[in-house]
Each structure stands twice: as C-alpha cells, then as structure tokens.
T-cell receptor, first 112, second 116 residues
Framework: SQQGEEDPQALSIQEGENATMNCSYKTSINNLQWYRQNSGRGLVHLIL?????REKHSGRLRVTLDTSKKSSSLLITASRAADTASYFC????????????FGSGTQLTVLP | DGGITQSPKYLFRKEGQNVTLSCEQNLNHDAMYWYRQDPGQGLRLIYYSQIVNDFQKGDIAEGYSVSREKKESFPLTVTSAQKNPTAFYLC???????????????FGDGTRLSIL
C-alpha cells in the first residue's frame, strides 16, 4: 500500500502565483524526496531532505519536513506554465533497504 | 534521463504471452528498480536489485520476473500469470551503497504496455 498521501490531488493556479503541495507519511523515514513527472515521461528528482533536516531550498523550490507531524510540503514560487506536471513525494522508510514508497501525486496546472 | 534507456516505448501483449521490457544504464549505478504506474496513481515497486546477480521482490512482484546478469542491464519479464499488465513501467537507478542511501533515484522514460 502507498505510505504517502498527497494533498491536494489537483491544483490549478495562474502564472506568477505560488503553489504548495503537501505530503503525509505513516512511519519513520530516512529521507523524503520530491519528484516531478511530465505527462508520459519518467520522473525527475527535485529535492531530497533528510530526516534530521527541516527545510531545503533549490531555486524556486522550497521543501519543509516536520517529522513530529510526519509531513512535508513543497512550495514552488513564482510559478510558470512550464511547471505544469505531476509532483510526487517519496519516502525512504527507516530499515527499508533503500526502497522508496511513493505518494499518489498532485497534478499541478499553471495557467498562462 | 539520458543515462537510462528503456525499450520499447510501447509494447503490446497477447493473451498467454510473456513479454520482456529492457532497461539499460550507463551511469555505473549499483542499484536498479522496476516500478509500475497505473493511470492517476503513484509508483509501486515490482523488483529491485542492489548488486549484480542479486534481486529482491517489491510490493507487487507476482506475475513478474527479473534478472541482473550485468551491472548495466535489468530486464523485466511480464509473464502470462500477470492478469492485468496494462500500465506504464518505469526503470530507475541509484548510486548509493550500503544499507541506507541519501541519493536520489534516476528514471528512464518508461514503457507503456497494453493488452491486445
């Protein structure tokens, strides 16, 4: 079964606005990763945040991790039409021998 | 991802037929993974291999088989025992070593399998 649950399932915003996606997980993790998938393509890694980290930035992306709430969020600032894609969180569970458990994803549409 | 090649891009399976999906990598990564993605869903792990000549079942291994004879190659066979094989199949690699890794996975562009 999927460990990660993502919220919202779909998000539609205007270009220039910020987009926030949330991910929850159920058991302790080694790290949590965010990936992007364009339609019909493979996944592209965005950010990895370790269990002892609380926030990480990469360009217009900001990821937070709250291990007490077992949740993470991905913020995309100043969104562009090219950001339209599905976004997935994936947790590497403690003791899981490097397996990732993926959430069901958020479909982001950025309108020009 | 330029370093991981999945072929074919589209594949059709007839009733009772086994089909093999190819995954080749030139990233020199030890670990390789096969995932299945159904429409509107996340990825589910089928099999993974952390080293040549060794592989482990994932969450949905029934009806699938793999081999890892070379570091560069991790083919997936969808057998006739898999009754609902229509899905998007993704291969991934990872560079980490040891029991835990803080390395991301790198993905190929997938193979879409359909039933004839």
């Amino acid at each position: 079964s999927q460990q990660g649950e993502e919220d919202p399932q779909a998000l539609s915003i205007q270009e220039g606005e910020n987009a926030t996606m949330n991910c929850s997980y159920k058991t302790s993790i080694n790290n949590l990763q965010w990936y992007r998938q364009n339609s019909g393509r493979g996944l592209v890694h965005l950010i990895l945040i370790r269990s002892n980290e609380r926030e990480k930035h990469s360009g217009r992306l900001r990821v937070t991790l709250d291990t007490s709430k077992k949740s993470s969020s991905l913020l995309i600032t100043a969104s562009r039409a090219a950001d339209t894609a599905s976004y997935f969180c994936a947790s590497q569970l403690s003791g899981s021998a490097r397996q990732l458990t993926f959430g069901s994803g958020t479909q982001l549409t950025v309108l020009p | 991802d330029g370093g991981i090649t999945q072929s074919p891009k589209y594949l059709f399976r007839k009733e009772g037929q086994n089909v093999t999906l190819s995954c080749e990598q030139n990233l020199n990564h030890d670990a390789m993974y096969w995932y299945r993605q159904d429409p509107g869903q996340g990825l589910r792990l089928i099999y993974y291999s952390q080293i040549v000549n060794d592989f482990q079942k994932g969450d949905i291994a029934e009806g699938y088989s793999v081999s890892r004879e070379k570091k560069e190659s991790f083919p997936l066979t969808v057998t006739s025992a898999q009754k609902n094989p229509t899905a998007f199949y993704l291969c991934a690699t990872e560079s980490g070593t040891g029991a835990y890794s803080n390395q991301p996975q790198h993905f190929g562009d997938g193979t879409r399998l359909s039933i004839l």
